[in-house]
Structures are given as C-alpha cells and as structure tokens.
C-alpha cells in the first residue's frame, strides 16, 4: 500500500522568507500524480500545486514550487517570499493514475506559522 | 472553475437522530465524489468513495449502514449520518472529481456535533 510520510509535524518561517516543507513517499506504481493541499483555519481544503510523476520538470504555481526527487520518492514544496496567508496545515498527497482506487492518500500535514 | 459546496456548514442534533450532508459540484460534473473525517489536527480519513448511478465503495472500517451515501446526479452526493452518537462529531469534508480532471476539488466541510 503507497504511504505518505511528512516528516515535520510544525514549521515557522519569517514572513518574506523562504521555507521548504518535506514529504517523502512509498509506491510501486511508476506513474501517479502527487499533491499538496493547503488547509487554512477555515478548514477549506485548497490545491496548492501538482504534479505528475512522469513529467520531470518541476511544477511551479507563482511563489510555490516543488522539488520531485522521483527515484528518491520525494516532494518537497518551496514557499518563497512567504506571506502571512500562507500559514495553514500543508497535506502532500498521492494518487495513481490507472486502476483501482482513484482515492487520495494523505500525510499528516505540516503545520507552518509564518511570523511577521 | 471546479466549485465545490456543502450543505450544511454546521449542524448540531440530538443523539438518535440522522443527519443529512451534502455536497455539490457547482460549476462541473463529478462522476466521482469522496467523502473524508478529519478529526481535530489530524488528517483527512477517506470514509467512501461515491460514483453517480451506483453503490459507494466504503473503506475497511466504515459501518456503510450508519454512514450513508447516495450518488443521485452528476453534481450532488449526500452523506446521512444515521443515529448519530456523540462519537459521530467530526468535521466532515467532501471533494469531487470531473471526468478528464486528476484533481479533487473539496467542499468547506460540515462540522457535525451530536448531543
């Protein structure tokens, strides 16, 4: 079964500052889409960025980008000059992309603070 | 684009009553939609996955006769919890998914507290 494990249960970082959140996961499969999703105090679940894993080029959305480290199964998210909205529980996620389940697996968040 | 909503936002019964959420795909059609539990800073516990037109696939766990789900159209997926138990208070989250799209959109989650 394909795991997604956060490693950093809380992260803080200075607001214009830069900050990179881990996630590392366990598959067999060699193609599936991974995820990070934003959930504010709202507890709107919001898509910050995705990305396919066939495609080697880094998905990048204005101040997000992310790092996927295909054979080291890793997905870490690059939040550049970090405004104070960006403080919310970050979810990386997995998907495959062929048979089965179509569910998203989820981490157990990374909760960042951005400190003004 | 892909606008998810929930009906209600907050909702507080009575233990032994059922209570009926729902969730809309307003700006797509969803074939598929989900459904999760997500318990104070926890993460989200995927409880059924809904296709239109038929039965819900429920995960290892899930009781489907309390926690039922009905697919009716391709823009609405209900969740009725059936005599709710204090144990029943969760905030619960739906999401949705369009035909050609790999992304899940979700809705602003009920939170449901049993008496």
């Known amino acids: 079964a394909q795991t997604v494990t956060q490693s950093q249960p809380e992260m803080s970082v200075q607001e214009a500052e830069t900050v990179t959140l881990s996630c590392t996961y366990d598959?067999?499969?060699?193609?599936?889409?991974l995820f990070w999703y934003k959930q504010p105090p709202s507890r709107q679940m919001i898509l910050v960025i995705r990305?396919?894993?066939?495609?080697?080029q880094n998905a990048t959305e204005n101040r997000f980008s992310v790092n996927f480290q295909k054979a080291a199964k890793s997905f870490s998210l690059k939040i550049s000059d970090s405004q104070l909205g960006d403080a919310a529980m970050y979810f990386c996620?997995?998907?495959?992309?062929?048979?089965?389940?179509?569910?998203?697996?989820f981490g157990k968040g990374t909760k960042l603070t951005v400190n003004p | 684009g892909a606008v998810v909503s929930q009906h209600p936002s907050r909702v507080i019964c009575k233990s032994g009553t059922s209570v009926k959420i729902e969730c809309r795909s307003l700006?797509?059609?969803?074939?598929?939609m989900f459904w999760y539990r997500q318990f104070p800073k926890q993460s989200l516990m995927l409880m059924a996955t809904?296709?239109?037109?038929?039965?819900?696939?429920?995960e290892q766990g899930v009781e489907k006769d309390k926690f039922l789900i009905n697919h009716a159209s391709l823009t609405l997926s209900t969740l009725t919890v059936t005599s709710a138990h204090p144990e029943d208070s969760s905030f619960y989250i739906c999401?949705?998914?369009?035909?050609?799209?790999?992304?899940?959109?979700f809705g602003p989650g009920t939170r449901l507290t049993v008496l």
């Open positions: 999401s949705a998914r369009s035909p050609g799209r790999d992304t899940q959109y």
């Open positions: 996620a997995y998907r495959r992309t062929q048979g089965g389940s179509e569910k998203l697996v």
């Open positions: 990305q396919e894993a066939y495609k080697q």
């Open positions: 700006d797509f059609q969803a074939t598929t």
């Open positions: 598959t067999s499969e060699s193609d599936y889409y």
């Open positions: 809904s296709n239109e037109g038929s039965k819900a696939t429920y």
